[in-house]
Antibody, heavy 120, light 107 residues
Framework: EVQLVESGGGLVQPGGSLRLSCAAS????????MYWVRQAPGKGLVWVSH????????SYADSVKGRFTTSRDNAKNTLYLQMNSLRPDDTALYYC?????????????WGQGTLVTVSS | DIQMTQSPSSLSASVGDTVTITCRAS??????LGWYQQKPGKAPKRLIY???GLQSGVPSRFSGSGSGTEFTLTISSLQPEDFATYYC?????????FGQGTKVEIK
């Protein structure tokens, strides 16, 4: 069974940093592109980032570019999101996901999300 | 960046109704679009891939159409479990972008 479990969220002051983790199991992690998506309380979904299979290629939403970094450790089956220079508008539930850009019937898989609150 | 304009932002409908949700892309994206359903407190789930492909296990009352810049999600014979928020996601070029969402409520 495919499982994605996020962790690392919490309360952080503006300007601070946080690193989110997403532990993957039930599939061969190294063969899949992975994604981060966030959702502010009561708001819509926002695509944040992607990373390719070996970590050599990433991309980011304009709102986080230069502040967030996505990486992965395929030996540990774990995806990361390093978040620096955090702002109140980064407050959101952060999901990791697999299979978002599928062009075939391959399923999409999401974690339960981890909540990041940026406040003084 | 490609902007996705989704409409309406909300709608009220009755069980058995047919509802249509539209996403317009600011530039052509071929058929690189998926439709997602999200229920309160839950992660999203994809219903439609490649604009019109029905995800396995999704009821056939859900259908998608369109290509280029205009896309439609249709729910025929709305069921109680379909009351949720729906999003489109373009994955043609980075940064990928979601539509703003459409909340389908019970009339």
């Amino acid at each position: 069974e495919v499982q994605l479990v996020e962790s690392g969220g919490g309360l952080v002051q503006p300007g601070g940093s946080l690193r989110l983790s997403c532990a993957a199991s039930g599939f061969t992690f190294s063969t899949y592109w992975m994604y981060w998506v966030r959702q502010a309380p009561g708001k819509g979904l926002v695509w944040v980032s992607h990373i390719n299979r070996d970590g050599s290629s990433t991309s980011y939403a304009d709102s986080v570019k230069g502040r967030f970094t996505t990486s992965r450790d395929n030996a540990k089956n774990t995806l990361y999101l390093q978040m620096n220079s955090l702002r109140p508008d980064d407050t959101a539930l952060y999901y990791c996901a697999r299979g978002l850009g599928a062009t075939s019937g391959e399923g999409d898989y999401w974690g339960q999300g981890t909540l990041v609150t940026v406040s003084s | 960046d490609i902007q996705m304009t989704q409409s309406p932002s909300s709608l009220s409908a009755s069980v058995g109704d047919t509802v249509t949700i539209t996403c317009r892309a600011s530039q052509g994206i071929g058929n690189d679009l998926g439709w997602y359903q999200q229920k309160p407190g839950k992660a999203p789930k994809r219903l439609i891939y490649a604009a019109s492909g029905l995800q396995s296990g999704v009821p056939s009352r859900f259908s998608g159409s369109g290509s280029g810049t205009e896309f439609t999600l249709t729910i025929s014979s709305l069921q109680p479990e379909d009351f949720a928020t729906y999003y489109c996601l373009q994955h043609n070029s980075y940064p990928w972008t979601f539509g703003q969402g459409t909340k389908v409520e019970i009339k």
